[in-house]
């Protein structure tokens, strides 16, 4: 049982088992990688009944003709055209889950919050504990009888822009919080035109929310994890990371934890990193 105050963002592989076949319910497999074609694991196997998106390509609008900031968020009207053709509605809950803790199903909810859509969980401890409890999987891929139809709701207070994130460099609020890697954070590891954190953000690696098995550590132990950090119950805070799939997950995971003043900041690195204009700091200062 679940002792997050809203245990309604994170299903367990049991929840997910009983909703297979429901029409209210819409399962996404949402694994992906850089290096390797993760719709080809879908068709291979994957939860019975779910569809496959691919965030980078299914979920993000085209780069300007810059080519900077790739990956983000869709437009309302081509968001509400990805939905109905995965046959997500105005009224379907959908349940999404990966490969890698939840983190790029997160994207997904990202998304739908965005665009005023709450009916959404990830399954924890995603694909491998399905595998791993011995529950079925369907192979190929998963047609629909006919396209949903998704109205965009677009709602404030979810992703900060590039100006919002400024305003809190100058202004010490909200609390900016980065979830890459360490050798991102510093610059050593570098994945835009220039390496480095933003000026003030507090650097916590997205992953450690998770137990080894990609489970959620428990509720008090996240709560605590990220108070001593500096979050507390009133904290304000933006997440980013390199693409804003990464600080979805956190996001979710604050959210989840009970904290409403949290937004991810939709360009993350690969916008501010690709501006030569924008503050940036390397090390750990």
Known sequence: MSTLPRAELFWSTERVASAIGDPGVRIVDCRFSFDEDMRARYLDGHVPGAVYVNWAEDLSAPPPASGH?????QAPGDFARTMARLGIGNETTVVGYDSEGG??????WLALRRFGHDRMAVMEGGIQK?????????TGARSLEKPAVFTPRPREGVVASKEDVLAAVRSGDPWLLDVRRDSEFTGVEKRAARGGHIPGAVNILWKDAL?????????????????????G??????TYCQAGVRAAFTHLVLTALGHDEVRTYDGSWEEWGNEPDLPIITGRS
């Open 233 to 238: 119950p009133e904290t304000s805070t933006i």
């Open 130 to 138: 399905w595998i791993a409890e011995g529950r079925p999987l369907e």
């Open 69 to 73: 900031p790739r990956w983000m968020l």
């Open 103 to 108: 983190h790029h199903a997160a994207r997904l």
């Open 211 to 231: 137990k080894e098995d990609w489970t959620l550590r428990d509720a008090d132990e996240l709560e605590e994890f990220y108070m001593n950090a500096g979050f």
